[in-house]
Nanobody, 124 residues
Framework: QVQLVESGGGLVQAGGSLRLSCAAS????????MGWFRQAPGKEREFVAA????????DYADSVKGRFTISRDNAKNTVDLQMNSLKPEDTAVYYC?????????????????WGQGTQVTVSS
């Protein structure tokens, strides 16, 4: 069982930056693939980024590639999402997620554990 708690959301102007953090419980954090998803009002939850348990590889949605960076600290049981050059279309509730394996990470249905979400609002 893994419990996830996100923090760091807020209101920012377009072009600004935010850093989201997710703290995970449990002693086997490094065995989990970690990811971030987001959900805007009236839309389905969509993949943002994922990182392997070792941190050796990452994947990003095309819409955030080059602007967002996912990282993890296995000693602290945390995973972060650095978001730069934010756009109004990045406005959503952002969710931290955890799972085993690294197949089909873009599919929300393949993830096992979810945080409660944190709101990110980007004003134009």
């Amino acid at each position: 069982q893994v419990q996830l708690v996100e923090s760091g959301g807020g209101l920012v102007q377009a072009g600004g930056s935010l850093r989201l953090s997710c703290a995970a419980s449990g002693r086997t954090f490094s065995s989990y693939t970690m990811g971030w998803f987001r959900q805007a009002p009236g839309k389905e939850r969509e993949f943002v980024a994922a990182i392997r348990g070792s941190g050796s590889s990452t994947d990003y949605a095309d819409s955030v590639k080059g602007r967002f960076t996912i990282s993890r600290d296995n000693a602290k049981n945390t995973v972060d999402l650095q978001m730069n050059s934010l756009k109004p279309e990045d406005t959503a509730v952002y969710y931290c997620a955890a799972r085993g394996g690294y197949v089909a990470v873009v599919l929300a249905s393949t993830w096992d554990y979810w945080g409660q979400g944190t709101q990110v609002t980007v004003s134009s």
